[in-house]
């Protein structure tokens, strides 16, 4: 597995274990009415959980195993992968901040900052899709004798 | 990859990208309040990014990628991938459901509200869906299997 698919899933993981630390809060405080405002944090659950774990570790296997781009490339630009993960990565944080804060105290700068959040994970969606497009595709090339390597194989 | 994978990957690709720029649109009113009507984007948001991104890629890469069928004293080289005529059907009830649910709350918007004579919209989504989902299990059941070497046919666990 290469550097870039690793930052992905290794991320992924830790926006696994912050959800769920998240998710425990949240569900704890339900259970027992300690304050209210924790409700806030429901959205940022989802979102840690679909957008930093499902999503960039979807976009970390896609990556590491779609067929190779070119012998000479088999990645393609890498610095498409690298320019999504730091939009979505930063997006996602942006948004886990501002969010809450904006639900307890809603303000111009917290809005703005919310509407940043939008625009990078936008940002990163399109350059995934970009990155991945012209990964997904037929074999083009003779099938290889040995089938000791079935990493990005047809 | 077969062709129906490539397709069915690649609508996925198109769906992630519209889902999040739906979903931009509704955090990004949360923030400004721009305009109210576009929360109604989030029940799109959430359907189009569930379905047609994660389900769909997932159901690409698993037709693509499941062990093959290889069928007792017919030697077909590496296997082959069932009927794919039942991925192809998931491939198209699957999208076809996602266009309605993307398209259904915009058009409630622009109706102003409850729009009783879209109803069937998300009805009809829910079926197509239940379509695709039961082709795509038909097709990928029994290849979820030990690996069977074609030509001495022994059995990998």
């Known amino acids: 597995m290469y550097p870039q698919a690793r930052f992905y899933i290794r991320t992924a993981l830790i926006y696994l274990v912050l959800a769920f630390v998240v998710a425990a809060l949240v569900l704890i405080n339900q259970s027992t009415a300690q304050d209210g405002r924790l409700s806030a944090l ?18 970390g ?10 012998r000479e490339k088999p990645r393609g630009d890498e610095r498409l992968g690298w320019g999504a993960y730091a939009a979505l990565n930063a997006g996602l944080i942006l948004r886990v901040i501002a969010e809450p804060l904006n639900a307890w105290q809603p303000g111009r700068a917290l809005g703005i900052a919310l509407v940043l959040s939008a625009v990078l994970q936008v940002i990163a969606a399109w350059l995934l899709v970009i990155a991945l497009w012209p990964r997904v595709r037929r074999r083009i090339t003779p099938e290889p004798q040995s089938r000791s390597s079935q990493r990005g194989g047809c | 990859m077969p062709h129906v994978s490539v397709v069915m990957v690649r609508m996925a690709l198109l769906w992630w990208g519209v889902g999040f720029t739906l ?44 062990p093959r069928l290889v069928h007792p004293g017919v030697v077909t080289g590496s296997g082959d991938r069932g009927d794919l005529r039942l991925a192809w059907l998931c491939c198209v009830a699957l999208n076809a459901g996602v ?3 993307a398209l259904h709350a915009p058009l409630v918007w622009l109706g102003g509200g409850d729009v009783p004579a879209l109803r069937w919209m998300p009805a009809l989504a829910g079926v ?4 695709a989902i039961a082709a795509f299990v038909a097709n990928v059941w029994p290849r979820v299997r030990p690996v069977i070497e074609p030509l001495t046919m022994t059995v990998k666990e």
């Open chain 2, 23 to 66: 979903g931009g649109l509704t955090l990004a009113n949360k923030g400004l309040s721009f305009h109210g009507g576009v929360w109604t984007l989030r029940t799109g948001h959430i359907f189009v990014l569930l379905v047609g991104w994660l389900v769909q890629f997932s159901a690409g890469v698993a037709v693509w990628i499941m």
């Open chain 1, 61 to 70: 296997v896609a990556l590491w195993m779609l067929p190779p781009y070119s």
């Open chain 2, 128 to 131: 197509l869906w239940l379509i």
């Open chain 1, 42 to 59: 429901q959205p940022v659950f989802y979102h840690l959980l679909m957008v930093g774990w499902a999503t960039q570790l979807i976009g």
């Open chain 2, 99 to 101: 266009a309605l649910m």
